[in-house]
């Protein structure tokens, strides 16, 4: 009997590195996770995730299903910065 593969989910995660108030900043939301940054940093990269979300339900499509090209053309719409996996050497 063949068990069907669940689908795969895909997520934004942005990370701050400029915190210096001692205080830990974690925020979840609809296909995204933030960790860190200062109370500042933290509440852009919140804003931009949402804008986010707003744009792609608009587009009415699924982080997990984007092209890379649409992916980008949406972060660059919400002024996101994206690092992007570098590809492995041969």
Do not use: Y
């Amino acid at each position: 009997m063949l068990v069907p593969r669940p689908k795969k989910k895909a997520m934004l995660l942005g990370v701050g590195l400029d915190n210096d108030d001692g205080h830990i900043r974690a925020t979840r939301g609809e296909n995204f996770q933030i960790i860190g940054g200062s109370h500042g940093t933290h509440q852009q990269m919140t804003e931009k995730c949402i804008k986010f979300n707003e744009k792609l339900k608009d587009r009415d499509k699924q982080l997990e299903d984007l092209h890379r090209a649409e992916l980008l053309d949406l972060a660059a719409e919400c002024e996101m910065n994206l690092v992007e996996p570098q590809k492995p050497e041969d």
